[in-house]
């Protein structure tokens, strides 16, 4: 945990990104800077019909305008069992009201309605003259959180409600009939944490699809908790605090509109067994790749620089249908075994790779512009890396090289050559996220 926050958090100040120098002087697994209050029902909150209890966190020592969360909890749960997310949230900076259910066998569409309902009674607290929150909630910047069957109800409430500003769904739980893009398509920007081996709400079944048909004009961002079970999601100490760590920077980037932590939500956690997003950080020098990982041998490269060159982090979204990945001289990284032999990730080296199914790969970092960095290639066979972005003709990308006669055979991961003595081209376009194997007569560079 503590390797990624200060990879991460070195990018943010080289960024220059001051409203995040708070996060950095504090540990995201413990209280944040701010000390909390709570209050409830018996503190003159509204008692609201469609949920069964409620205690509001809020941070004391702080002048701003705050954001705030509802979270409620999952089918047979009570209150108690998502309340860890309040004094959390509120220790940095974001009201947290934690309700509970009229029955606790509400299903998702009622557990809808009481987030709804409890959006009310928030609200109030704001011009309720003894609340300590009078004048200081911005009613107009809400997110609704909640667990297995909550988590599944705060998608179908913000269905309901175009105003909610970011949902939140842990470990989600819908019926399969409301697992569609008609119910799941709204614009809030939906963080999903799920986990490897929840055997109530499985996430191949729940929170997978959720993701996929969420969309995708809507940032959205899943990550599932490796050798994580149903209530992973309940504490935001899981998986070594990174649970807290995203959730807290989803909340910071999408409902508080602060740009600085969304660099952290590119990298993936080491806790991942997968995270996969679609977001963008428009004010950031970081760059994300998506690289397809296909079922079987192939090649990868990337064209960015990662935060963290260690090949055990930069496999890690995948590892769990890894096999085996090989360098250009053999060196081998064999997670069974949890053996690196490959060591640090090369700038320009490609990857030979094994998976037992396709997935993809989100690789976070500084873009190598291809026109200012050459690729050294030994005499002999190597692995190398395809620096562009985009499709590109295979031929305008090795001409200069092939005008210096050491080539001999260029190949992709399925065998299609290039074969300059023939004049052949069976490569066809390079393709971004791809690797490529080349045999040359002598050390040469290649310049894209």
């Given at each position: 945990m503590r390797k990624i926050l200060l990879s991460v958090f070195t990018?943010?100040?080289?960024?220059?990104?001051?409203?995040?120098?708070?996060?950095?002087?504090?540990?995201?697994?413990?209280?944040?800077?701010?000390?909390?209050?709570?209050?409830?029902?018996?503190?003159?909150?509204?008692?609201?019909?469609?949920y069964y209890g409620s205690t509001i966190y809020y941070p004391i020592n702080t002048n701003n305008f705050l954001?705030?969360?509802?979270?409620?909890?999952?089918?047979?749960?009570?209150?108690?069992?998502?309340?860890?997310?309040?004094?959390?949230?509120?220790?940095?900076?974001?009201?947290?009201?934690?309700?509970?259910?009229?029955?606790?066998?509400?299903?998702?569409?009622?557990?809808?309605?009481?987030?709804?309902?409890?959006?009310?009674?928030?609200?109030?607290?704001?011009?309720?003259?003894a609340s300590p929150l009078n004048s200081k909630l911005d009613i107009d910047n809400?997110?609704?959180?909640?667990?297995?069957?909550?988590?599944?109800?705060?998608?179908?409430?913000?269905?309901?409600?175009?105003?909610?500003?970011?949902?939140?769904?842990?470990?989600?739980?819908?019926?399969?009939?409301l697992i569609s893009e008609e119910y799941l398509n709204h614009q809030a920007p939906i963080l999903f944490i799920s986990a490897e081996y929840d055997g109530i709400a499985n996430a191949s079944l729940h929170a997978t699809p959720q993701y996929e048909l969420s969309s995708e004009t809507t940032p959205k961002l899943i990550y599932e908790?490796?050798?994580?079970?149903?209530?992973?999601?309940?504490?935001?100490?899981?998986?070594?605090?990174?649970?807290?760590?995203?959730?807290?920077?989803?909340?910071?980037?999408?409902?508080?509109?602060?740009?600085?932590?969304?660099?952290?939500?590119?990298?993936?956690?080491?806790?991942?067994?997968?995270?996969?997003?679609?977001?963008?950080?428009?004010n950031s020098n970081l760059n994300a790749q998506e690289i397809e990982c296909t079922e079987g041998w192939s090649i990868i490269s990337t064209y960015v620089n990662p935060i963290n060159t260690n090949f055990s982090n930069f496999i890690a979204p995948v590892v769990n249908n890894l096999i085996i990945a090989k360098d250009y001289i053999g060196n081998a990284y064999l997670p069974e075994w949890d053996y690196n032999g490959i060591g640090n990730i090369e700038q320009g080296q490609g990857y030979l790779i094994k998976m037992l199914n396709t997935m993809s790969l989100a690789v976070v970092g500084e873009q190598i512009i291809a026109s200012e960095n050459s690729i050294s290639l030994n005499e002999?066979?190597?692995?190398?890396?395809?620096?562009?972005?985009?499709?590109?003709?295979?031929?305008?990308?090795?001409?200069?090289?092939?005008?210096?006669?050491?080539?001999?055979?260029?190949?992709?991961?399925?065998?299609?050559?290039?074969?300059?003595?023939?004049?052949?081209?069976?490569?066809?376009?390079?393709?971004?996220g791809r690797g490529y194997q080349i045999k040359v007569t002598a050390n040469c560079e290649l310049q894209y």
């Open positions: 990018i943010l100040s080289l960024n220059s990104y001051s409203q995040c120098d708070d996060v950095i002087s504090s540990s995201i697994t413990n209280p944040g800077i701010y000390e909390v209050a709570t209050l409830s029902e018996s503190d003159g909150v509204r008692n609201g019909a469609d954001g705030s969360i509802v979270i409620v909890p999952g089918f047979v749960s009570y209150e108690f069992s998502i309340q860890e997310w309040g004094p959390f949230l509120a220790s940095h900076g974001i009201v947290c009201m934690t309700i509970g259910t009229n029955s606790i066998f509400e299903q998702p569409n009622q557990r809808a309605t009481a987030l709804l309902d409890a959006m009310v009674s928030l609200k109030e607290e704001n011009s309720r003259n809400i997110a609704l959180g909640g667990w297995s069957m909550g988590g599944g109800g705060a998608q179908i409430a913000a269905k309901m409600d175009s105003s909610i500003k970011v949902v939140i769904a842990l470990c989600p739980w819908l019926e399969t009939g908790v490796a050798n994580g079970g149903h209530t992973v999601a309940n504490y935001p100490t899981s998986g070594n605090g990174e649970v807290g760590l995203i959730a807290l920077s989803w909340l910071k980037k999408y409902l508080l509109n602060e740009d600085c932590y969304c660099p952290i939500l590119l990298e993936s956690p080491e806790t991942a067994s997968m995270y996969m997003t679609n977001i963008n950080c428009e002999g066979w190597n692995l190398f890396a395809n620096f562009n972005t985009e499709s590109t003709n295979s031929d305008l990308s090795f001409a200069a090289l092939v005008e210096t006669e050491n080539v001999i055979i260029i190949k992709d991961y399925i065998g299609n050559a290039m074969l300059p003595e023939w004049e052949f081209n069976g490569l066809g376009d390079l393709q971004p």
